[in-house]
């Protein structure tokens, strides 16, 4: 979070001149992801910057604040996670293939971008098992720390409106790369035998259940608010 606010202050003090520019020659942006702000499993206030380089490349980067306890009494009635916190840092780097003048005022610009993710999460469960190799093990309490690594493939469409307001829609797809580690761990639990059943229809997205490495696929699917400030 200190090196996306010295980038920050950086950039304010490199360009401090440009606000006096017109608005079609105007590159830097003011982000906004409004669909990370509940449609989400880790909600977020996430915020960057975009610097368009010319017509043909511009790099992102943002920081997410937690808002999931904004939403966990509505959205999470049954979550086991207590005292979730988490937070979302993301860069990506765009290339547009095309722009197409909509109206006078409305121009779309496609693109395709490599994005990069990284969501840090701690949190605590209670009476559960987890696995640490071949070894199964019950827990009273455990703490767990879960660091989340995306790389994904955008294909998107910037909508700008007289090169002052941005929407910006995308999709995409890409690994997701989770590492568990469970510490502070109170031994002892004896599950109950459920056959098999509950775990089978599990669909816990946390991966909790063993230590190390998981590796599943990351869908993207948002839109967010730009403005260009200078």
Known sequence: MRILLLCCVLICACNIRAFAQPDSTKTWQVRWAISS??????????????KNFNSRWAVSAEYGWSTYNLFRDK?????????FRYRKIRAEIKRYSSITEVSDH??????????????????????????????????????????????????GIEWRYKQKIVLDTYVGLGPRF????????VLGYDPPNTGGILNFLNFDDS??????????????????????IF
Request: hydrophobic residues 35%; charged residues 20%.
């Open 37 to 50: 702000f509940a449609l989400s499993r880790v909600p977020s206030l996430q915020l960057g910057f975009q």
């Open 75 to 83: 959205w999470y009635p049954d979550s086991v996670r207590e005292n």
């Open 106 to 155: 409305i121009n779309t610009h496609v693109y395709w971008s490599l994005e990069g993710l990284f969501i840090p999460e701690k949190y605590k469960k209670h009476n559960d098992t987890f696995r640490q190799g071949n070894q199964s093990y019950g827990y009273f309490f455990s703490r767990i720390k879960s660091n989340i690594y995306v790389a994904s493939l955008n294909p």
């Open 178 to 185: 989770i590492h568990i580690r469970h510490y502070d761990t």
């Open 207 to 228: 991966k909790d259940w063993k230590e190390g490495w998981h590796t599943t696929l990351h869908v993207a699917l948002g839109f967010k608010l730009g403005y260009f």
